[in-house]
């Protein structure tokens, strides 16, 4: 059986899917839909079919994928109800509970994601929480079409809003570290290529350090760190400034706001 899957909202992480779900082979078929159709070209290159009518792609599909901001989430739903009924539907909008889907597209099946824009690239990790009506054959497909984009983990909806705060703002954060690193490198001499370089680089070695289980980032600052050597003296100076805090505040700002953004659209 050929498998085809809609994308509703083919801008950064919409597209990232599309392209993913074809370059893959995850799906047989993908079509992406947009209000700037033109916009999508690039995936139309490699076998996307896009569209801007977003009942026709749902209606044609077996999965939708639904990757629009969270206050055009109702409109959306609105438009596609009739064309989704018994289907299973992934949303990548941040905040919106399950529940809010159900009530009002209720023959549907929902599966709520996070992912990051490291999808690109198929090295985001995406949490994921399904409702009640998610059968354990419709879990093999949401592995399927989500693995594409990097490593993914079910997890209890209420974990979703931390995950949104930590890994979804992450690349964000990292992004900022390495900004941090690379004019620190200019401030030594280093010329700008190299410095980005390095500094990009040391943070893609660590995480693979971490993640491939060879060693845990204690472990990781005890190998580098000698008796009055180099690495500790900077240590000293990170401590100093309350980094580690900073980021706390970060990653804990960002997941309240979750609760506040939905507060704000009375979804509760």
């Avoid at 399950?98 to 009530?103: D, E, G, P, T």
């Avoid at 008796?227 to 980021?247: H, K, R, V």
């Amino acid at each position: 059986m050929t498998l085809c899957v809609a994308v509703i909202g083919a801008g950064v992480i919409g597209g990232a899917i599309a392209r993913r779900l074809i370059e893959s082979r995850a799906a047989d078929r993908v079509i992406a839909t947009r209000r700037r159709v033109e916009r999508l070209r690039p995936l139309e290159e490699i076998g996307v079919i896009t569209t801007r009518d977003n009942r026709w792609a749902a209606g044609e599909a077996d999965a939708v994928f639904i990757c629009v901001k969270p206050n055009d989430v109702r409109n959306i739903l609105e438009e596609i109800r009739g064309e989704i009924d018994g289907k299973l539907v992934i949303s990548t909008a941040a905040i919106i509970p399950l529940s809010y889907y159900r009530s009002i597209a209720p023959e549907a099946r929902y599966v709520r994601t996070m992912p990051n824009i490291a999808a690109l690239i198929g090295e985001a990790f995406t949490a994921y929480a399904c409702d009640e009506k998610v059968t354990e054959e419709d879990k093999q497909l949401i592995r399927r079409l989500l693995e594409p984009l990097g490593p993914c983990e079910e997890v209890e909806e209420k974990h979703l809003d931390a995950i949104t705060g930590l890994s979804g703002s992450g690349p964000a954060y990292i992004a900022i570290v390495i900004d941090a690193l690379l004019y620190a490198g200019l401030k030594v001499g280093l010329p700008r290529e190299l410095a980005l370089r390095s500094s990009a680089q040391a943070v893609l070695g660590t995480a693979k350090l971490v993640l491939e289980g060879c060693l845990d980032t204690s472990k990781v600052k005890e190998m580098v760190t000698t008796p009055g050597g180099t690495t500790i003296e900077g240590i000293y100076q990170l401590e100093d400034s309350a980094i580690m805090t900073a980021f706390m505040r970060a990653v804990e700002s960002a997941t309240e706001k979750c609760r506040l953004l939905r507060e704000k659209l009375g979804i509760e």
